[in-house]
């Protein structure tokens, strides 16, 4: 079995006059220890399907089954507990919060899980070693370089050691060299620590460093060069 499996996944948006269905029927499986890259132009629906992933949003209709669970049919609740639990997710703007250090900021989705202040800690310093931040620990975001800070947020996904790790255009923001060393970060996440990830781009320089690249076309998922995913 999978540990992603989308059946029948359709999301539309809107009321009675103006409705986008940006996802339609869509049926996709990613396996664990998967790294895929999703593509598509822009308003095409990639942050969408993520936010499906990561229980962010509901679908229309189908199921959206996670690890054998059905996150569609959590309520609000469990759902918020299974995230804690299962999702690591990583923005274009890195979604820092400004007032807290690195360490602090990485510290913020343990304290939703029951751990000791000791226990926070080896995580919290695991996995600023982990993106190789130990020495910036106690920086400020504004007191870092862009690669810098999404390198805290990609600590901060992965501190919880999660499932599943999401990445919206995780190098949007970057230049091209600090974005090729994230997309290295990312790469050996999955390689060396065996983390699912699926990172939407528009970049096909970034998707090259996924093992698998699917694209979002009118609703439907298809693997990158036309055949279906
Ligand atoms: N919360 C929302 N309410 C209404 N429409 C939305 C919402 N989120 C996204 N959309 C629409 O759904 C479509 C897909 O959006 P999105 O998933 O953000 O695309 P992408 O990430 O591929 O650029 C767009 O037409 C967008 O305007
Ligand atoms: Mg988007």
């Not at 504004?142 to 810098?148: A, E, K, N, W």
Request: no cysteine.
């Amino acid at each position: 079995m999978s540990l992603i499996e989308l059946r029948g996944v359709t999301k539309t948006y809107g009321g009675t006059t103006e409705k986008v269905t940006p996802l339609e029927d869509l049926d996709f499986a990613i396996d664990a220890g998967e790294f895929v890259a999703l593509m598509g132009p822009s308003g095409s629906g990639k942050t969408t399907l993520l936010h499906l992933l990561a229980g962010i949003d509901q679908p229309t209709r189908g199921s959206v089954s996670i690890g054998g669970i059905d996150i569609a049919q959590l309520r609000a609740r469990e759902l918020a507990r299974w995230r804690t639990r299962h999702v690591g997710y990583v923005f274009q703007s890195y979604n820092l919060i400004p007032v807290l250090t690195a360490w602090e900021n990485v510290e913020v989705p343990l304290l939703l899980l029951p751990l000791s202040k000791a226990d926070r800690a080896a995580k919290i310093a695991l996995a600023l070693a982990a993106v190789g931040l130990t020495d910036r620990a106690h920086h400020l975001p504004r007191q870092l370089s862009g690669g810098q800070q999404q390198r805290v947020a990609i600590a901060r996904a992965i501190v919880a050691d999660p499932t599943l790790l999401l990445a919206d255009e995780p190098t949007g923001n970057l230049d091209r060299k600090v974005a090729s060393a994230t997309l290295e970060l990312l790469q050996r996440l999955n390689r060396e620590f065996g983390k699912t990830l699926v990172m939407v781009t528009h970049d096909p320089a970034a998707a090259r460093y996924a093992g698998r690249i699917v694209e979002l076309d009118k609703g439907r998922l298809v693997a990158a060069g036309g055949a279906h995913a």
